[in-house]
DNA sequence: TCTTGATTTAAACACTTATTTGAAACGCCT
DNA sequence: AGGCGTTTCAAATAAGTGTTTAAATCAAGA
């Protein structure tokens, strides 16, 4: 077992504890227990607790910010190229198409968009604020976009809009379909890619409608 | 100091410290400490952690959703007696507006929301059915009134959207405005008042737009 | 006033927590 | 083979956790 092993399973464990029960209902002893590696292997690496809770999320957040960056660019491009502003649904698309993408490539993944959906309204601040330092420039890069897109609305409140694009996104992402809602006097939820198409809809046409 | 100001203050301390810190960031002592009672009391009084915040969420809950009930009713009614349907927007404000009322009603009330806000999306499933109990009347009388307004999208996709629009408005509960908002390159955040008309017309253009 | 039940108190209980330690084991290079 | 830096390991540390106990205190009824 080499050290990369010892710290990627390290990390694994801890992002699949992290985001079921919760980082402060997580103690180490579960994660490396669930790792089968040493105790103290944890500090040994990372140092604590609370720079292994940082280094999960940046191991997956750093990368998929980047695609994310990269795709917002790329609607921004085009958009410039054909002289005309970019489209929110495009801009939306590009946000949340690579996050889709990526909770599907593993059930790792999957366990970590959970951990990230909640991160928003952590009550912790060192949780929280780990997180947002991280999102924020895509968070900028995507108000610029839809500013240009949606010019007829006031900056503030388009802000205002993407907040609730945002919390409305994670809270989904967070939870896929609630345990609750999966009950017999209601529909039965939708599928997936339905889910994900509606979301789209639903966030597309908040954003876009008159002051 | 009698039994009622001992019980009422270990719920007030237990409301604020779970809110703002979370459930299991929380210990009896801090709360016990805060509350200045004895530590052996919230055992006495409640049994265990998990009790008390079962009656941190049911004090104010039960009565929050009986206020959210006849505000829903009555919106059914009046529709029913003028022989029309009754609109989304009006459904939405009977079920937000009690609660923002209420949460501008007392600072204990103002961190309960949080706890609310947070509930949907917490890992741990005690603290989790503890609130999704509570609410799912109401979330089902919500659902009800929607299909009478919008009874030209399925009810499986009202559903879906309905849930989208819960996690937007729990999501802003919780908040408020979010700290990374406040940076110099973008605006200031808007009032509390526009705050919550932007958050009905997000929600309701969601919830309207076509499938 | 004395008794009875409810409440409060300090102390202890039995664990669990994150973190540290020093020795053992390892891979690797000369 | 021997030495060296890195990694693992069991054990201990010190502090914190929810919960329980038994004595002390209190309020009120007989």
Sequence with gaps: MTQCDTKTRILDSAEQLFAREGFH?????AITSL???NLASVNYHFGSKDALLQAVIERRLLPLNQIRETQIRGV???AKEEGIPPTAADLLRAFIEPTL????????????ISLIGRSLSEPDETVRNCFLALVLPIFQLLFKGLCEALPQLSPAILLTRLQFAIGTMSHVMCMGS???????E???PLDQNTLIQQ????????LETPE
């Design 35 to 37: 790792a089968d590696v």
């Design 101 to 112: 993408e990526f909770r599907n490539s593993s059930p790792g993944a999957h366990d970590f």
């Design 178 to 184: 609630l345990s609750v809602f999966n009950h017999p």
């Design 25 to 29: 209902n997580t103690s180490l002893r």
């Design 199 to 206: 979301l789209l809809k639903f966030v597309h046409a908040g």
């Design 76 to 78: 921004l491009a085009q």
């Design 186 to 188: 209601l529909p039965t």
